[in-house]
């Protein structure tokens, strides 16, 4: 438990083997449960990812899903959030399964959820004083046009480094959204954000500890940046943009009832 909230990090992980034992190992004890989602890996992360669960105080906190076939990303998280509502979890943080996330951060991701001053926390790299020598320039560049168009698109016009996955949502949250039509591949953080200010949502932005250490590899390239984001950003803006047209017309229908 962190300040009354059970809470459960979620993993999604894809050919992840080399790291998905230290980042399951390195997950506070505060935390009630861990959902790991092995997305099809070509590899061993399941095993591993059990491995890792057995150097924890309570391993039996540890939970590994399989998918039989490769979905995503984001469909490895929507998994991931569904098994978090079903245990009964207040909130679900979303960790890298590649090490990328530092645990140290996780409290300022729950912080403004445990004070009811935030539904859904997003990690800021752009916040912290590392930015600038941790990453690598051509990753700052792409996600500083990635958020400056999130910005509109999503609505939130205060949240930047939308590409950032390290994040904590409260259940309440999750329930206010379509899980099912989801983005399931990269862009799904994207798609979330829109459909979060859809329904009403407190965003917040805190600093997070960019990492790109040995077992840093990006699922996103210039083929991913180019299509589908675009499409999924789009997609996002008109489902926002139908939505409040909707809630406009609801409000008018009811003045004049």
């Known amino acids: 438990m962190y300040k009354a ?11 992840e083997r080399r790291a998905i034992v230290e980042t399951v190992e390195t997950v506070p004890e505060f935390v009630d449960d861990v959902i790991v989602i092995d997305d099809a890996s070509s590899d061993d992360t399941g095993a591993q ?7 924890r105080a309570m391993p039996s906190g540890v939970e590994v899903l399989r998918h039989p076939a490769n979905r995503g ?29 530092d645990p140290r951060d996780l409290p300022a991701l729950l912080d403004p959820i445990a004070a009811g001053t935030a ?10 004083p590392e930015i600038w020598r941790a990453m690598p320039a051509t ?46 591949r ?3 953080p994207n798609d979330l954000l829109s459909r979060l200010h859809s329904a009403d949502m407190r965003v917040v932005d805190v600093p997070v500890r960019p990492i790109y250490g040995e077992h840093w590899k990006s699922g996103i390239n210039l083929g991913t940046a180019i299509h589908p ?29």
């Not at 990812?49 to 150097?55: D, F, N, Y």
């Not at 609505?155 to 099912?180: K, M, N, P, W």
């Open 73 to 101: 990303v984001g469909a490895a998280i929507t998994t991931g959030y569904r098994r978090a509502l079903a245990i009964g979890s207040d909130v679900a943080v979303v960790m890298a399964g590649d090490g990328q996330m």
């Open 186 to 188: 990269y862009g799904y």
């Open 139 to 184: 990753r700052i560049f792409g996600n500083v046009l990635l958020s400056a168009a999130t910005r509109v698109t999503s609505g939130y016009r205060h949240v930047f480094d939308s590409q950032c996955g390290y994040t904590a949502i409260h259940r309440s949250a999750l329930e206010a959204v379509a899980l099912d039509e989801l983005f399931p």
């Open 119 to 128: 539904d859904y926390v997003k990690g800021n790299r752009f916040l912290h």
């Open 229 to 257: 984001i675009p499409w999924v950003l789009l997609r996002s803006w008109g489902s926002r943009l139908a939505a409040r047209a909707r809630r406009r017309t609801g409000a008018q229908h009811r003045s004049t009832q």
């Open 5 to 15: 909230l059970r809470v459960a990090v979620v993993i999604p992980a894809f050919n």
């Open 49 to 55: 990812a059990e491995l890792g669960a057995t150097q």
